[in-house]
């Protein structure tokens, strides 16, 4: 039996003995057992080391210092550079001033007949008298012409030809396209090419019916 369950049935006897008469404990309690040098020193060295066990379980433990948490790096940011605002431009166009094209006249043009038999009015021309062209240009002078007398343009009778000026078409004459009643209207279409030098160039065309020279047509042209 260990020393420590020795002394705690010692003890529960000497308590027990409390209670009891006198006369009766020593008939419980049995006489202290007689231990020799050697159990003595067993008994010693079994309560050391009960001691040591107790006082090793009761000491605290070792503290120990927290390992640190590593703290993250930042991450480095970057501050966007401003986008540089456009300046406006500003374009100033000047508009050059340019010849307005003339519109075509209806003037009553000349008449060369005995008692109003031939006779004629403009109604339209194209190109307009004025208009700009480059040089060596072919292009087509149309006159629409009303018949205002009193006899017809018979097509096999009637042409128109060059009378002055410029010298700017293909072909000197040409015949009627159709027959053309009082009344009625005809275009009269002369090929042409502009001369090859710049300046200011007018011809002048008529109607032809035999012996009947009248309606003088004119054309005048800026090469440019």
Not at 53 to 82: G, K, W
Not at 187 to 195: E, G, S, T, Y
Request: aromatic letters at 6%; a neutral charge.
């Amino acid at each position: 039996m260990s020393a420590q369950r020795v002394a705690l049935v010692v003890a529960a006897l000497v308590a027990i003995a409390c209670e009891l008469p006198a006369s009766v404990v020593p008939m419980l309690v049995p006489p202290a057992p007689t231990l020799s040098e050697r159990g003595l020193n067993e008994l010693v060295v079994q309560t050391a080391e009960a001691a040591a066990a107790r006082t090793e379980l009761s000491a605290p433990t070792a503290f120990q210092t927290p390992t640190p948490i590593p703290t993250s790096t930042p991450i480095i940011t970057t501050t966007p550079s401003p986008i540089p605002s456009l300046t406006p431009t500003f374009r100033f166009f000047i508009a050059s001033p340019t010849r307005p094209r003339p519109t075509a006249t209806q003037t009553p043009l000349q008449t060369s007949s005995s008692g109003g038999s031939y006779s004629c009015v403009l109604v339209s021309q194209d190109p307009s008298n004025g208009e700009g062209l480059a040089p060596n240009t072919d292009f087509g002078a149309r006159w629409r012409v009303r018949n205002t007398g009193t006899r017809k343009w018979d097509e096999n009778s009637s042409d128109y030809r060059y009378l002055s000026g410029d010298r700017m078409h293909q072909e000197a004459a040409y015949d009627f396209p159709k027959t053309v009643a009082p009344g009625s209207e005809v275009n009269l279409i002369v090929d042409m090419r502009a001369p090859k030098n710049t300046g200011t160039y007018t011809t002048r065309w008529e109607i032809r019916i035999g012996d009947n020279h009248f309606c003088t047509m004119r054309l005048t042209i800026d090469v440019e």
